[in-house]
């Protein structure tokens, strides 16, 4: 099994829906992050938690919001979808150090129509 | 503000051809350099992580290198298997979130 799993893996949605993206690590790690991909923009870090009662903006925080349901659990919501958001989307963990390595889920490629 | 710039974009090389992916950084106060490795569709798998300039690691045909203001990632006598996208990540000690800025990677094509 994964260390960092994602669900679902590919999901299309219409414009305006509710949609949540589930995130969950067998890691142990504290720190989880959610990043999104779109092509030519490299990877860019939407919310952070580095612990379930902390919860941080990232560069793009906008339109979207996040949960911590526990260390291993991690999930990203869109309240009301726009098509400017169809891209990957990549759950990661790392460990309390800070400047070790972080693993990345295998991500989630949402289309919004 | 942060900043990893990777270079070049893309990269075609023939099966066996030595070559360099190039990542300039300017980060506040270097406090690790990674570089990933992304195949289509899947999430960045990690391959090496760089503390201080003059540090090298290696890696079967990988070998990645770094200085005061950039990194390399050698990659000596490439297999086609070896063709994916090479993401190079920086993290300085400013902000909250880690400070970890991605480069937008450089696309690597094997070719036999």
């Known amino acids: 099994d994964a260390d960092v799993t994602q669900t679902p893996r590919n999901r299309i949605t219409k414009t305006g829906k509710r949609i949540m993206l589930e995130c969950s690590q067998t890691k142990g790690h504290d720190r989880m992050y959610w990043y999104r991909q779109d092509p030519g923009l490299g990877l860019r870090l939407i919310y952070y938690s580095f612990d379930v009662k902390d919860i941080n903006k990232g560069e793009i925080s906008d339109g979207y919001s996040v949960s911590r349901q526990a260390q291993a659990k991690f999930s990203l919501s869109l309240e009301s979808a726009i098509p400017n958001q169809t891209a990957l989307y990549f759950c990661?963990?790392?460990?309390?150090?800070?400047?070790?390595?972080?693993?990345f889920g295998q991500g989630t490629r949402l289309t919004v129509v | 503000e942060d900043q990893v710039t990777q270079s070049p974009e893309a990269l075609r090389l023939q099966e066996g051809e030595s070559s360099s992916l190039n990542c300039s950084y300017t980060?506040?106060?270097?406090?690790?350099l990674f570089w990933y490795r992304q195949d289509p569709g899947k999430g960045p798998e990690f391959l090496f992580t760089?503390?201080?300039a003059g540090e090298e690691k290696e890696k079967e045909r990988l070998k990645a290198t770094l200085t005061k203001k950039e990194s390399f990632l050698h990659i000596t006598a490439p297999k086609p298997e070896d063709s994916a996208t090479y993401l190079c990540?920086?993290?300085?000690?400013?902000?909250?979130?880690?400070?970890?800025?991605f480069g937008k990677g450089t696309h690597l094509i094997i070719q036999p």
């Open positions: 990540a920086a993290q300085g000690s400013g902000g909250g979130a880690d400070g970890l800025t």
């Open positions: 980060v506040s106060g270097l406090r690790g």
């Open positions: 760089l503390y201080s």
């Open positions: 990661a963990t790392r460990d309390s150090l800070g400047n070790t390595e972080a693993f």
